[in-house]
C-alpha cells in the first residue's frame, strides 16, 4: 500500500517528476530560446497544433472563409509542443502564457497579438461581425457558453484527461472527482442541446466552435479512451449535436490544420492555401518524400 503523501512546508521543483509531459512543464515563464516565427502572406498569422483549443480557431477560420470573409485568409504555422516550440522567444511575444493558439493579426498598420482561444473566436466573430448575435440578450447567452467551456475545458482536460489517461499511476480520488465533474458537464450540455439546436441558441456560433472539439470528441471516444468508462452514449443530445456539427465541410477542414496524429489523409501540418488540403495532406506529401 502507497503510503500518503504529506506536502512538505515550502514545494520545490521536481524535474521528473511530471509523466508524460515532464520535459515541457516548469513552473516559471518566458522564454528558452530564441526563434523568431515565420510570417507568411495572408492577414492572419496562426502559430497553433490541432488539439482541441486549436481546433476551435482552425475551424472558425475556415467557417468564415466559407461564409465569404475573404479577408480571413490565414497562414496556419506548427508549432510541436512535445519539442518545446511554445517557448521560443517568438512564441512568448505572441502569447506570453506559452500555450497554443495564438494568433497575430497583421491585416492593419501595427500587428495586434490575440491569445487565448475563447479570445481568438470573440476577437474573429466581432472583426467580422460573424458567428456571434448582435441582439445584446442572444450575444449574453452565446458567450456565456462560449465562457462556461473556457472554465470547464481544464476540468475535462487538465483534471479528467489527465489523471484518467496521462498520470504516471492511478489515483482513484483524483480520477473519481474529476469524472464526477466531465458527467456533471456532460449533463449540463445534453440538458441545454435538448431545449436548443445549437448551444447558443437557434443559431450556429462561437460557442459551438468552442465546445465541440473537446465534448464532441469526448463523446465519439477521441479522446482519452474513456467512452465505455463515461457512458457517453446516455448523453443523446450531445451525440446529436456532435453530429450536427461533424458534418459541416469548415469544420472538417478545420480540423486538419495542424494536425500530426491520425489518418495521414486528415493531416494538414500547415496550412498556406485553400488547394492545401487537396495537395498536401500527408497521405500526398510522405510517398513524395519517399521517392526523393
Known sequence: MTEPYTPPTVWTWDKDNGGRFANINRPIAGATHEKD??????PLQLYSLATPNGVKVTVMLEELLAAGHTGAEYDAWLIKIMEGDQ??????????????????????????????SGSILLYL????????????????EVLSWLFWQMGAGPMLGGGFGHFYAYAPMKI??????????VKRQLDVLDRRLAESEYVGGSDYSIADMAIWPWYGALVKGLVYDAAEFLQVQDYKNVQRWTDQIAARPAVQRGRMVNRVMGDPASQLHE??????????????????????
Open 37 to 42: 516565427l515565420p510570417v507568411g502572406k495572408h
Open 87 to 116: 517557448f521560443g522567444s517568438g512564441f512568448v511575444a505572441a502569447n506570453p502564457n506559452s500555450k497554443i493558439p495564438a494568433l497575430v493579426d497583421r491585416s492593419g498598420p501595427t500587428p495586434v497579438r490575440v491569445f487565448e
Open 125 to 140: 466573430a466581432d472583426k467580422f461581425g460573424a458567428f456571434v448575435p448582435t441582439d445584446p440578450a442572444k450575444r449574453a
Open 172 to 181: 482513484e480520488y483524483a480520477i473519481d472527482r474529476f469524472a464526477m465533474e
Open 271 to 292: 496550412r498556406h492555401d485553400a488547394s492545401d488540403f487537396d495537395t498536401k495532406t500527408q497521405d500526398k506529401l510522405a510517398p513524395a518524400s519517399a521517392d526523393a
